[in-house]
Structure formats: C-alpha cells, structure tokens
C-alpha cells in the first residue's frame, strides 16, 4: 500500500432541521444508498460505491451545520501514533468506543481543531451489508437513483486559526498541501486545500471569524455529463442550486453547488487531476481567487464566501 | 393568478408586491423574479440570509435555524422569509444587507 497514513476523508455527521424531509432528499434525489437508523434516531448513508459500512450520518437538530467530519487511516498502530501526537500538538483529543454511537466504526478519536471543527479518526470500519461485488463485480450492484452520487468526496471548512488547523493536517496528520488562495494581504491564506492520498482534495480550510462552520460537503460523480444530468435533476426537484454547473481552476474539477433542504451546502464534484506528494503546490493570488474558484464567470460573489451553516 | 394573494410592503420600497397565500414569501418573491428584495440564497431555512421582521400582520412559520432566529426573536416578529408563509397582507422590514 503505497497511500500511508491518512487514506481518505471518509465520514461526515450533519446536523438537518427536519429529518424525513432530508431523508427523502439524499436517498431519492442524491442518490444516497439507506443504511439504517441508529438506536437515537439518526440516519445513515453511503454511496453505491463505497465499501465501509456508512459515509453520512443526519441527525435532526435546532440548527443544520456540522457535527463532525471523519478521516480513516492505514491501521490501528497508525491510529494510536496519531493520538499520541494530537495530544502533543496541543488538541484536546477523546476517545470513543468501537461500535458506539457509529454503528459498524472501530475505534474513533475525537479531536478540536483550533478553527472549532471536531474530527475523528479511525482506522477500521466493517464492510457495509450492500457493498460493491467482489468477484466479476458489475459497475453497480444495483442500478443507482436519483442523481447517483457514488460517495463522499471532500469538504470546505471555516473558522478562525486557519493557519493552526492547517499546521496540524500537515504536520501531524501528514496531508498534503495541493493549492492555496492568497488572502489580499499577499502573506497570509485565505483558503487551503489539502489531501491525503491521490484525489486533488479530502479537505480545505478558509479563515472565517466563526468557529465550526461549514462552506459545503461534497459527494463524487464520475464525469462532466453526470454534472449535467445532476442539474437536470435538481431542477425538476427545485433544489436550490448556488452556482454552477462549472469548473473550478483550482483542482480542475467540475461541479455544481446547491443546497440541502436545511441549507447547508452541498457539491456533486467530477475529475480533478490526480494528486502526486511530490507535485509542488499551485497559488492562487487574493485578484484571481475569482477564476479560481468560478473557472467560468472569473468572478466571487460575496454571499458564496458568507453563507455557511 | 388564480390562487389567493396578500399583498407585501416592504419598509423603504415604495411599490407593493403580490404574494401568494400558499407558499413561502421568499419563493413567491423569486418565482416573480423579484430576488433583490430579500437576500435569497439556500431556501431551507439554514443560511440566515433572508432574514425579516414582520412589522403587521398574520402569518405562519415551519422549523428554520435556531443559530438565526431565537425563540425571543421569533416572539418578537423576526423570522426567515424562506420558512415564513403569509395569512394577510404584510408589511416587513428586511433585517439583512443584500450580499448577492
């Protein structure tokens, strides 16, 4: 295995304001494959084409937002070295029993990032019941719904200390650094994105003046058509879509941002270029975060760098 | 239109604006293409963005987030304008800067 450390961002828990309406949105329209319902009422998710037993977990609450986003690393060992090194980082850092609040997740740490965002990591999750076949696998193991998002993908954080959050993806998590916008200063960064293994992004920071916010969670589709048959699809289900179909600059992929029944943002993200750890890291200038970000349009509107949940 | 409307004013906008009685005041603004009224961006009730107060008038409200709207404000007339349907004529004072 030559991807060490962290593999991916492979969970995220949200928090929805009306929990059948969210459901009816990310199984019917999304796509989303049902999991269950925890013994608290939560609900779980995975894309068709993921192997671990959920990726999404909703949980109904006064306010939408972020609860957590997960990363998997390589092995158990790998996962105590982390935690042995969060805490040495200065992070408040907990653990939470195997087969807990996650059905089918080992063991998790849960960890305080300086912008006011908890992750957990975790090394072992069990094999989901509906799983992609194994021996002479067809592309799918039943045909996909709706737009047919086949997993999570990555997600954009904000809060303040974007600078620390970032030093410890790198430093202790070992992410890679793959493109960083400019903050109109020159010197510092307004946003970075980071990755873990080969996809140009599991993750990126913006600097925002409140704590534990959440720009967009994004889930993969394959190519530039099923970005269009996805708009399609929103329209005749009135999804609010926020911008796009597009490309971005950076990362070169191509995507559409929309927002889930509660308001939080959601992107159905395609291509992007593959992410080598010896590739040097590409920089956006505060004046062409515009392009950047809208490859098309060239121009940032101050809502999509405001509205968060 | 064949539905019932009620009529919106709007605090510092001299025109009045035809709502329907069946939907939610800011979809009855965007179906009308009337977006720069109230700042429009998710319509779930998540964002913030169109929020209003409702200075007369009756109308309802479904679940929108309590990091926007508190249980006082609510009480005091603040509201989303994506979660709020009308049951009269209204008048309302947008809380918001447009960021569009």
């Not at chain 2, 008038?57 to 929108?64: D, F, L, N």
């Not at chain 2, 926007?68 to 603040?78: C, N, P, R, T």
Request: aromatic letters at 10%; proline letters at 4%; a negative charge.
């Amino acid at each position: 295995m030559a991807i060490k450390g962290v593999l991916r961002a492979g969970f995220i828990q949200m928090r929805v304001l009306n929990l059948d309406e969210a459901v009816q949105y990310y199984r019917d329209v999304m796509g989303l494959d049902y999991v269950d319902k925890t013994a608290d009422g939560r609900v779980m998710f995975k894309g068709y084409d993921e192997f671990d037993h959920h990726s999404l977990t909703l949980r109904e609450a006064a306010e939408p937002g972020l609860d957590y986003m997960g990363f998997k690393v390589e092995s158990a060992e790998i996962l105590e070295e982390y935690a042995k090194q969060t805490a040495e980082f200065g992070l408040k850092i907990e653990a939470v029993p195997a087969q807990s609040d996650q059905p089918g997740f080992g063991k998790r740490y849960a960890v305080d990032l300086p912008t006011g965002h908890r992750i957990d990591l975790y090394s072992e999750v069990e094999l989901a019941a509906d799983h992609p076949e194994l021996t002479n696998p067809n592309i799918w193991q039943h045909e996909p719904k709706g737009i047919g998002v086949t997993g999570f993908d990555h997600a954009l954080l904000f809060g303040p200390n974007a600078k620390d959050t970032v030093r410890y993806f790198t430093d202790v998590l070992g992410l890679s650094i793959v493109e960083i916008a400019k903050a109109p200063d020159g010197e510092n960064n307004l946003c970075v994105w980071l990755t873990g293994n080969n996809k140009a992004h599991d993750v990126a920071v913006l600097e925002f003046p409140e704590p534990g916010k959440i720009h967009h969670f994004a889930f993969k589709l394959e190519s530039w058509n099923d970005i269009g048959r996805a708009a399609d699809l929103m329209s005749i289900n009135n999804i609010k879509i926020d911008a796009g179909p597009m490309r971005h600059g950076v990362t070169r992929g191509q995507t559409i941002y929309f927002f889930d029944p509660s308001g939080n943002r959601n992107e159905v993200y395609a291509g992007g270029y593959a992410h080598f750890p010896d590739m040097p890291v590409r920089v956006w200038d505060f004046d062409h975060v515009g392009k950047g970000i809208f490859y098309y349009s060239r121009t940032l509107n101050d809502a999509f760098l405001t509205v968060v949940t | 239109m064949d539905e019932e409307t009620f009529l919106l004013k709007v605090k510092g906008l001299q025109r009045v604006i035809r709502v329907r009685s069946d939907q939610f005041l800011l979809k009855s603004l965007w179906q009308q293409s009337e977006e720069n009224v109230i700042p429009l961006r998710c319509m779930g009730g998540g964002c913030g963005q169109c929020k209003i107060r409702i200075l007369s008038g009756s109308y309802r409200t479904e679940k929108m987030s309590a990091a926007h709207v508190s249980q006082a404000e609510l009480a005091s007339g603040f509201v989303l304008a994506c979660k709020t349907v009308p049951l009269s004529d209204l008048y309302i004072e947008v809380v918001k800067q447009d960021l569009s």
